[in-house]
């Protein structure tokens, strides 16, 4: 599956804005990426949104066994 | 307005009755922060810095201790040790470390008004003479206040743990570039090498604040048993109560929060500056402790948007379509990191389609008070800029403003900037409104030109619990964690009332404290009538099929044969075919078929859409005094649906007369002291009703699929379009395109007058 | 430094309180007498919150020293309506939704009022000049404005013999 980091995490984080993962869930997603890049995993709720498959994604236990694409962007939150 | 397309007539849905906290505010009655009282209640004072950058050598509270009345005496060192851990509780995201060191200096300033000790005393007299007596020994640093400065090689490093975050290699020592985020794709210098027309130029902004009327006040009592009690008015008492329970390193079960009602927010209020104080000197003195901030110190230490310094390059073909952008902007942080960068980056250009683009958002540490979220966080300072610039580039093109912004529109299924497809959005539907509406077309006086400006923001949905539970007598409450800033007891109550097909009255929604209902993410983010409202729905919903069950089991029918209409039961089937049972009926058995009728409904809503706006403006520049009078100004708006439209209208001029403030009059201004000179409502001046017309507000109405009733969210976008709405109004009646605000009558006069 | 004793009539009862001389009227009425409809918004007259009508005069109650109101009459927003009647000020401003955190609306409430006691048939900008002083940032005061005109409207033809 292809994970796509975008800024700042790619650059703060994985030193790659491409991943090849095989996650079952975004619970297990965030661990991958953690086993990449410790500290990532305890910025990762406060700070990261996924979509999948172009869709935004809040629940973390989603299956991701038909998924083709989950991106990694920044959270961002209002006022 | 349009009519909602894809949805079912509605019976409440769409009215505009009378909140039901209303008569409690027109009469003095409703409970805000500093109107509540605890006996034996201590009044608290803050002691802050008088020095923009310095470090603490010692601070001596020993004669304030000993001041008759004193109870207690709070500093940084009485705060817990914390490890870093970032938080998000509603907005931006932030580091606990940096919230506790915010709320008591531990070992440096970093802005004037920095809180460094707090005093209880038996009265504000006595607490405030305390202050006088403690002693403070700084050693004062250099400071930056300026966003290039701060960037500039040797300048004052506010804190040396900050290494830029966005940047590969990471840097090998620290700087005020708290984080860098770029975002775009494709060929920008191409583009626009080949583009027909290019605009360039340079944007600035200085930060502004929230404004809301009432100032930051608590009310904290703190037993030896761990137990404590806050009352406080905040946009999310459940932010409050994990924050402070994190600030001071204990179970957030042993707060109980108790939200008053809230004197306006704005974004404001979703963080806490004096709950933790007030713990603590409540701790120290055994008594509860009231502290409560003054206007100056609510400017002085409370978050202002970020100011900031934006570069925009835009590029079209002959015909208007956009070829290429490229945006580079700094944000102001503050003191601490604030998050806004990445907000200004996703809504920065991504309300058209531009195949070539590159945007750049850098968030800046200087030493201001920490930048908090404003209304559509990061989102007004960029969009002023980029709504600018398509301005000028449809005088470029010689092609109407309107048009060349309908041209480009982004529409569902285009990429967003973070390269995500977009929903059913209404950007397109607001132009073709605004392109409709008189003032479009209206004549103009002398002096007076016609500017136009969209924007957007993304909204929320997240956590919200709702409890809907029935009284005997078939009335139904519903409670909710979301604090109503704007009306929305009023609106979840509809809701309510339209999934129970019952009267608007026989339906009451309070807001409940954090011991009595699960949690809630803050009033914010243009979330609450979208998720505490898909909340409201489904327990109504479950409600409603616990009452159908209860009739069938009374009837001896299964549910199958029951209906609800009308706000009663219909039995289809058997015997009792064609009976009703109405929810009084039922409720007022209900101790003896199986207990009391209620439904919690607790979620994580996804499925938010954006709202899109466009701002129609009308100015006067008067040509000897630089002037700008605003005569005409509607606000156009795609909510999704309006669920009361009275407060949907409210929210849209209410942000709207934010935006012209923020494009005309607000500003802080700091002395070369570094110290902040206008700490108060006579010289930071927010707009008063003579400043203002009437305000049009539009509401368009494209409903989002994936709400019960098709709600957006409203409250953000409206303080989007209003800066560059009001800049291309000045340059249509004046002919001087102003790119710094704010558009005072000094820089007004000084663009026409340029000999001087 | 002792308090002084000040006889006043709020709302129209007799009062009396004790304060020190440096002691604003808004204080007084807030902590002394719990009358906590009037707000503080900036305590330096700025903001409109604190709206009181002094002996017939709209005041900002922050700038006002409390023994300053010896042996004067204090009208604040509790005594707008009439026991659960509310004023046509209050129910124009219900019904138009002219509020929405609603901490600044007592302030305007009282200074529209005294607007239409003075001038019943006030014109859009005549309201918005009185009320300049007050200041509202949830709702840009189109709908207040409209409130203070629809209240004026129907105390003219209340006023107005059948």
């Known amino acids: 599956m292809r994970i796509v980091v975008m800024p700042p995490f790619d650059k703060e984080f994985f030193g790659a804005d491409r991943l090849d993962l095989a996650p079952h869930n975004l619970f297990d997603l965030v661990e ?32 991701l066994a038909q998924a083709r694409e989950v991106i990694v962007l920044p959270r961002v939150g209002g006022g | 307005m349009n009519a909602p ?8 849905v769409g009215t505009r009755p009378v909140r039901p906290d209303g008569v409690d505010k027109v009469t003095g009655k409703a409970l805000y922060s500093t109107d509540f009282k605890a006996p034996g209640m201590l009044w608290g004072a803050i002691l802050r810095s008088p020095h923009p950058h310095a470090r603490i050598l010692s601070i001596d509270t020993k004669k304030a201790e000993a001041l008759a009345g004193v109870k207690a005496v709070a500093t940084g060192r ?24 915010n709320c008591l200096a531990l070992d440096k300033v970093l802005y004037e008004g920095h809180a460094v000790a707090a005093v209880a005393a038996a009265s504000p007299e006595i607490a ?46 620290p700087s005020n570039a708290a984080m ?114 003054t206007r100056e110190e609510v400017f002085r230490a409370t978050g202002p948007a970020p100011g900031a310094v934006i570069d925009v390059r835009l590029g079209a073909a002959a015909d208007g379509t956009l070829v290429a952008a490229d945006v580079e902007f700094l944000y102001h942080s503050g003191a601490y990191t604030a998050n806004d960068a990445g907000a200004g980056v996703s809504s920065a250009i991504g309300h058209y389609r531009i195949p070539n683009s590159r945007v750049v958002g850098i968030e800046v540490l200087c030493n201001r008070p920490a930048a908090k979220a404003y209304r559509a966080p990061g989102a007004p300072q960029v969009n002023f800029a980029v709504e600018s610039a398509m301005d000028e580039l449809a005088g470029k093109l010689g092609i109407d403003p309107l048009e060349l912004r309908l041209k480009n529109a982004a529409i569902e299924g285009d990429p967003q900037t973070t390269g995500l497809p977009w929903g059913r959005i209404g950007y397109v539907e607001c132009l073709e409104a605004a392109k409709a509406h008189p003032h479009w077309s209206a004549p103009l006086g002398p002096n007076q030109g016609r500017g136009i400006a969209g924007g957007y923001w993304g909204n ?57 209902i699960g949690v809630s993410m803050v009033t914010g983010g243009s979330r609450t009538t979208f998720a505490t409202g898909m909340a409201t729905v489904q327990a109504a919903e479950e409600v409603k099929r616990l009452l159908c069950e209860r009739a069938a089991r009374m009837w001896g029918v299964i549910s199958d044969q029951v209906e609800w209409r009308s706000g009663e039961v219909i039995c289809l089937d058997g ?127 494209v409903p989002n699929p994936s709400h019960p009733y098709g709600v957006k969210g409203v409250g953000e976008v409206p303080i989007v379009p209003p800066l560059a709405a009001v800049a291309n109004a000045i340059h249509a009646a004046a002919g001087v395109r102003l790119k710094d605000l704010p558009m005072a009558p000094d820089r007004v006069y000084a663009a026409l007058h340029p000999e001087g | 430094m002792s308090k002084i004793r000040v006889s006043t009539t709020v709302n129209g009862d007799a009062a009396e309180f004790l304060c020190e001389p440096t002691s604003s009227l808004l204080d007084v009425l807030r902590d002394t007498m719990g009358l906590t409809g009037s707000k503080e918004g900036c305590g330096s007259g700025d903001c409109g919150a604190c709206t009181v ?64 006691d003075r001038n019943p048939d006030p014109t859009e900008s005549e309201v918005r000049y009185w009320l300049a002083g007050n200041l509202c940032r949830c709702t840009g005061y189109d709908k207040i404005v409209r409130a203070v005109m629809a209240a004026a409207a129907e105390l003219r033809q209340e006023r107005t013999p059948a």
């Open chain 1, 32 to 63: 991958r990426l953690e086993a990449l890049a410790p500290g990532f995993a305890a910025i990762a709720p406060a700070r990261v949104h996924f979509a999948v498959d172009g869709v935004l994604e809040t629940d973390w236990t989603r299956e």
């Open chain 2, 78 to 101: 009485d705060l817990p040790t914390l490890e870093s851990l970032v938080m998000h509780v509603g907005e931006g995201a932030s580091d606990i470390v940096d919230v506790s060191h």
């Open chain 2, 5 to 12: 397309s894809t949805m079912k007539p509605f019976r409440h």
């Open chain 2, 575 to 701: 015997e009792k075919q064609g009976q009703a049972m109405s929810a009084a009926a039922i409720a007022g058995r209900s101790f003896h078929s199986g207990g009391p009728i209620a439904a919690v409904a607790a979620l994580s809503a996804k499925g938010w859409l954006p709202g899109f706006g466009v701002h129609i403006c009308d100015t006067e520049v008067d040509p000897e005094t630089g002037h700008v009078k605003i005569v005409r100004y509607t606000a156009v708006q795609d909510v999704g649906i309006a669920i009361h439209p009275d407060y949907v209208e409210g929210q849209i001029q209410g942000g709207a007369a934010q935006g012209i403030g923020w494009a005309l009059n607000e500003a802080y201004i700091y002395g070369k002291d570094g110290k902040l000179d206008n700490a108060g409502f006579l010289d930071y001046r927010m707009p008063v009703a003579s400043d203002l017309p009437m305000i049009e507000a539009v509401i368009v109405e």
């Open chain 2, 180 to 293: 860098r985020v770029e975002m775009g794709g494709g060929d920008v210098e191409g583009a626009l090498a080949s583009a027909a027309a290019t605009v360039t130029g340079r944007y600035t902004l200085e930060p502004v604040h929230q404004g809301y009327i009432e100032p930051h006040a608590c009310v904290a009592s703190w037993n030896g048993d761990g137990q404590a009690q806050i009352w406080t008015s905040s946009q999310g008492h459940f932010a409050v109560r994990a924050l402070t329970a994190s600030v001071l390193a204990i179970p957030q079960a042993d707060i109980r929060v108790t939200p008053l009602e809230i004197g306006g927010g704005f974004g404001g209020k979703t963080t806490v500056y004096l709950e933790p104080v007030a713990m603590v000197l409540s701790k120290k003195s055994g008594r509860p402790v009231r502290l409560a901030m």
């Open chain 2, 460 to 516: 929320y949905g997240g956590p919200s619990t709702v409890n809907v539970s029935v009284a005997e007598d078939g009335t139904v409450t519903v409670a909710t964690g979301s604090p109503d800033i704007g009306g929305s007891r009023a609106s979840m109550a509809i809701m309510a009332a339209e999934v129970l097909d019952i009267p608007y009255e026989q339906v009451r929604a309070v807001v409940a404290d954090t011991a009595s």
């Open chain 3, 53 to 116: 009508v002094l002996d017939g005069e709209m005041v900002c109650s922050c700038l006002v020293l409390a023994p300053e109101a010896e042996g004067r009459t204090i009208a604040t927003i509790e005594g707008v309506a009439e026991g659960s009647v509310l004023h046509p000020v209050q129910q124009k401003f219900l019904e138009h939704a002219a509020l929405q955190c609603g901490f600044c609306t007592p302030g305007f409430i009282v200074a529209a009022k005294a607007l239409l």
């Open chain 2, 128 to 173: 405030r003479e305390a202050l006088g007596l403690i002693t403070v020994e700084y050693e004062e640093l250099a400071f930056v206040l300026g966003l290039e400065e701060a960037l500039a090689e040797g300048a004052p490093v506010l804190h040396d743990t900050v290494f830029t975050k966005g940047v590969d290699p990471k840097p090998d020592r």
